[in-house]
């Protein structure tokens, strides 16, 4: 392989870990999906440090914590204080340390770091899905390179158009980086924002794969089924995001088919991962972190999909090793064999050769004011400003449905835990950024106006 290999990064929006069958879904239709992993490594085992888009795209795409860079929740971008702000300014980027090694860098489809109707910063090319993302099947102003442009049609099929149309016509004398942002596996899930053609698969599906949905106490599910006896509704919603995953799966085989075609594959690094999870009615809710009042960290919403098909890694092998999107970023710069930036904390760990050895260290993450660390059998839950406090043994109770934190037989457990989790954030935290201080209030409170206090706070953050 040259030393600098092509790279692709694909970063789909609400892709759950268990949502292909290479991670178990028996009823899923995902054959590209099934092809990456037969030809490449997959990972069991991943973790998102914040279970919602903004902060988790920007872990991915820096390498550094929400309390590092400042972004806490997703970015109400249709407000212009909050889209004209620039929510990396003075963070190194992943796409910044590619092109100043010589990689041609391009972006197709979903941003949602600010400014999202330009192209970012030290990308050479951009097809953007703007400041209002929109749904799936519609009219829609895309920015292309700078430009608007609108089109109909499938935003998942106009995205890898144009990433294609960017591989095509890149310049051939430098490595390219391509990061390739799908929505499809976004809200809204109900079926008839889905290609027909795609929900059609699942006309019989049974889901037997997911929970029987009970509503949790703290559901606070906008726009999604409520009745647990409405099993027609709920079945609507699960055939469009099934839908969803395998039009993904259609359009990543297009780009697999292409670079295959081009005899490109032996130069070009594919990585297909999500920032964060997703439920459709796991533990009562559908969504993510943000899906429940408090805000959740539950498997479902911080478990991702990972693959990788590298030349010079393994083919149609799982790794058991737990990592998480700080390792992602180490691990791309790593395969680059790009250094990392000396002037910046980094968290992550890479795994492009540890991938097949344990991992000691705890993994941690954050939402708010909510911090977590866990290790292979616990996860210990922190509200700072709200209650409850957790404890999750996942091994024996991997659905987290017991919650050890007031059991004294685990209060020393929980005692080492803290003081780890502590430690953690006082080497990868800045004080003005910190979670802990910067929005601790908008999207805890049970008011149906919570997106007014979230839009309020994305503000004030941005005049700082």
Request: aromatic residues 10%; glycine residues 6%.
């Amino acid at each position: 392989m040259n030393n600098q290999p092509n790279i692709i990064l694909f970063l789909t929006d609400d892709h759950a870990a268990w949502a292909s069958v290479p991670y178990g879904n028996s009823e899923l239709i995902t054959p590209n999906f099934d092809r990456l992993a037969q030809n490449g490594l997959r990972f069991s085992n991943v973790n998102t440090p914040c279970p919602v888009c903004s902060p988790a795209r920007a872990c991915i795409l820096t390498g550094q914590t929400p309390s590092q860079i400042g972004i806490h929740d997703w970015l109400y971008e249709t407000t212009p204080e909050i889209d004209n702000h620039l929510w990396l300014k003075g963070h190194t980027t992943l796409p910044m340390i590619l092109q100043q090694a010589g990689y041609h860098t391009i972006l197709s489809g979903k941003w949602h770091l600010g400014q999202s109707d330009d192209t970012p910063a030290s990308f050479d090319q951009c097809f953007g899905t703007g400041r209002n993302q929109g749904a799936h099947q519609e009219t829609h102003t895309y920015s292309l390179n700078n430009k608007p442009t609108t089109l109909t049609g499938s935003k998942t099929e106009i995205i890898t158009d144009h990433a294609l149309d960017f591989l095509k016509d890149r310049p051939k004398d430098k490595p390219f980086f391509l990061n390739i942002g799908y929505i499809g596996t976004h809200s809204p899930y109900h079926e008839s924002h889905h290609d027909p053609k795609f929900v059609d698969l699942y006309k019989d599906a049974t889901f037997s794969d997911l929970p029987e949905y009970h509503k949790h106490p703290w559901a606070k599910n906008e726009g999604f089924p409520y009745d647990e006896s409405d099993t027609e509704q709920i079945n609507a919603h699960r055939r469009g995001y099934y839908a969803s995953v395998s039009e993904i799966d259609h359009h990543l085989g297009r780009v697999m088919d292409y670079l295959e075609e081009t005899n490109q594959l032996d130069n070009t690094i594919i990585i297909y991962t999500s920032d964060h999870g997703c439920t459709l009615g796991h533990h009562g809710f559908w969504g993510k972190g943000n899906s429940t009042r408090p805000l959740n960290v539950y498997e479902t919403s911080i478990k991702v999909p990972l693959f990788i098909q590298h030349p010079d890694l393994p083919k149609n092998e799982t790794s058991d090793r737990p990592v998480d999107h700080y390792d992602t970023f180490n691990t791309i710069l790593d395969f680059a064999n790009t250094p990392l930036p000396t002037n910046t904390n980094y968290p992550g760990i890479s795994y492009a050769t540890t991938y097949n050895q344990p991992r000691k260290q705890p993994r941690f993450g954050e939402y708010g004011d909510l911090r977590f660390i866990q290790t292979d059998q616990y996860k210990l839950i922190i509200r700072y400003n709200h209650k409850p406090n957790e404890l999750f043994d996942l091994i024996t109770d991997p659905d987290e449905t017991n919650n050890l934190f007031n059991d004294p037989q685990h209060a020393n457990t929980i005692q080492q835990l803290l003081a780890q989790l502590e430690s953690w954030y006082e080497d990868y935290q800045t004080p003005q950024y910190s979670g802990l201080n910067v929005l601790d209030q908008p999207i805890h409170n049970d008011s149906e106006s919570w997106r007014d206090g979230l839009r309020e706070k994305n503000i004030q953050h941005a005049k700082r």
